[in-house]
C-alpha cells in the first residue's frame, strides 16, 4: 500500500520558498528551524515577527487572487525569482491555513494589483478604507437600489485642477478623513448624486461632486464600461492618482492607476 506522504512529498521537494497567508504564530514558529526554503509570511500585519514579509491590505476572497497579490509583493521586493517554485500555505475553508499548493513564480504576470497600494502616493491604509466603502456601497447600495460612485484618491490638488464643481462641495471647509464610520456613512450618502470624491493622499476628503475633466483620447477601457469608468482611467492617466469605481450597472468594484484597469472585485464575494 502506497504511503500518503510519499505520494504528495512531491508538492513540496526541491522548491525555493514557502508562502504562509495569516499564519498563526504557532504555525509559524514549526516553520522557522526550515533551511532549505525561504519562508515568506504574506498577511495584513506582521504579528508573527517574520524576517521576510509581504504586507497584504485586502484579504482577497478567492484565493488565486490571494495567491497572486503574494507573489507580486514578493517579487517587487525581490524575495524570489521569475523562474522560482513555491509552496503556498493558505486559508479556503477553515479559521486555520487548510490548503496546500504550488506554483511557479512565471505563472503570474504582473497585474499591477500589488503596486495599487504600495507604490501609490496615497497611503495604503486610506485607499483599502475607500475600497472598503465602495465595497459596502456596492454589497447594500442606497436604500435598497444599485448605485454607482467615483473616489479618485491621492494627488488631490492636480486632481482638483483637472475637474469642476457640480455642486456646493459640503467638505470644503471640513477637515474629515476616510475611515471614520460617521464619514463613510456621509460618503455613501452623497454618493447617490453626480460627480467624483476627491480625496487626499492622507485620507482627508477633499471635495465631493467633482466633474472630471481631463481628455479621455487615448485611454482604453474594456468594452462595456461607461463614463464614470472612462473618467476614472483619464484622471489617473494624467495624475498620480488611483480611482476607484462602483458600477451602478453591474455592481462591480474597479481600480485604476496610470490609465489602466489594474483590479476588479465582486463586492458580494469580497
Known amino acids: 500500500m502506497s504511503d500518503l506522504r510519499e505520494l504528495l512529498g512531491g508538492l513540496v521537494s526541491e522548491v525555493d520558498a514557502v508562502f504562509l497567508f495569516s499564519p498563526s504564530a504557532s504555525f509559524y514558529e514549526s516553520f522557522e528551524d526550515v533551511d532549505d526554503a525561504l519562508v515568506v509570511v504574506v498577511a495584513p500585519d506582521d ?12 484579504e482577497f476572497s478567492d484565493v488565486s487572487s490571494r495567491v497572486r497579490y503574494g507573489v507580486e509583493g514578493a517579487m517587487d521586493q525581490e524575495l524570489v525569482d521569475d523562474g522560482d517554485e513555491i509552496v503556498c500555505a493558505v486559508k479556503t475553508f477553515d479559521e486555520d491555513i487548510d490548503t496546500v499548493m504550488r506554483v511557479k513564480a512565471s505563472n503570474f504576470s504582473p497585474s499591477g494589483v500589488y503596486g495599487l497600494f504600495v507604490n501609490s502616493r496615497a497611503e495604503p491604509a486610506v485607499i483599502r478604507d475607500v475600497l472598503e466603502v465602495a465595497v459596502e456601497l456596492g454589497k447594500k447600495g442606497q436604500k435598497g437600489k444599485p448605485v454607482g460612485a467615483l473616489f479618485v484618491v491621492g494627488d488631490a490638488g492636480k486632481v482638483m485642477n483637472k475637474s469642476r464643481p457640480l ?11 476616510v475611515g471614520d464610520p460617521i464619514v463613510n456613512v456621509m460618503l455613501k450618502e452623497f454618493s447617490r448624486l453626480d460627480g467624483a470624491f476627491v480625496i487626499s493622499d492622507s485620507g482627508k476628503i477633499v471635495s465631493a461632486y467633482r466633474y472630471l475633466e481631463p481628455s479621455a483620447e487615448g485611454v482604453d477601457i474594456p468594452k462595456g464600461l461607461g463614463a464614470r469608468h472612462m473618467a476614472a482611467g483619464a484622471i489617473t ?10 458600477s451602478e450597472s453591474d455592481g462591480l468594484v474597479r481600480a485604476f492607476k496610470g490609465g489602466e484597469l489594474i483590479l ?3 463586492p458580494e464575494e469580497y
Open 237 to 246: 492617466r494624467d495624475s498620480n492618482a488611483v480611482a476607484i469605481v462602483l
Open 167 to 177: 455642486s456646493y462641495n459640503p467638505f470644503e471647509k471640513s477637515h474629515v478623513h
Open 47 to 58: 504579528s508573527v515577527g517574520a524576517e521576510e514579509f509581504v504586507e497584504l491590505p485586502l
Open 264 to 266: 476588479e472585485l465582486d
